[in-house]
């Protein structure tokens, strides 16, 4: 993700099963950079306690989505979970 911060790649994708402290320094570093796009991997609202993430330089994360969208509903429909890995009820994704 910090390479996508610097501009040294375009992308970062195609993980899931992650825990919020695999993501949380990343996702502060993209969006501290600007100019970039971070998301869940069906395009949603990226929650740290979410199991999914697409990171782009905001550019190409249009088309990320739409190549990947057909593999993340086999996913799905194989009954991988990309749902929220946990999260606490005082929660709140909307800031």
């Not at 402290?21 to 501290?32: N, S, T």
């Not at 069906?42 to 994360?61: A, E, I, M, Q, Y």
Request: charged residues 25%.
């Amino acid at each position: 993700m910090c390479q996508v911060a610097l501009g040294i790649v375009e992308a970062y994708s195609w993980e899931y099963r992650l825990k919020p402290w695999d993501m949380a320094a990343g996702v502060l570093i993209i969006e501290e950079a600007g100019g970039n796009k971070v998301t869940c991997m069906d395009g949603g609202k990226f929650p740290v306690f979410d199991r999914s993430v697409l990171v782009s330089n905001g550019v190409l994360h249009g088309k990320l989505l739409e190549r990947i969208a057909p593999a993340t509903e086999k996913l799905k429909s194989k009954g991988i979970d990309f749902s929220l890995w946990y999260k606490p009820e005082d929660y709140t994704t909307d800031i």
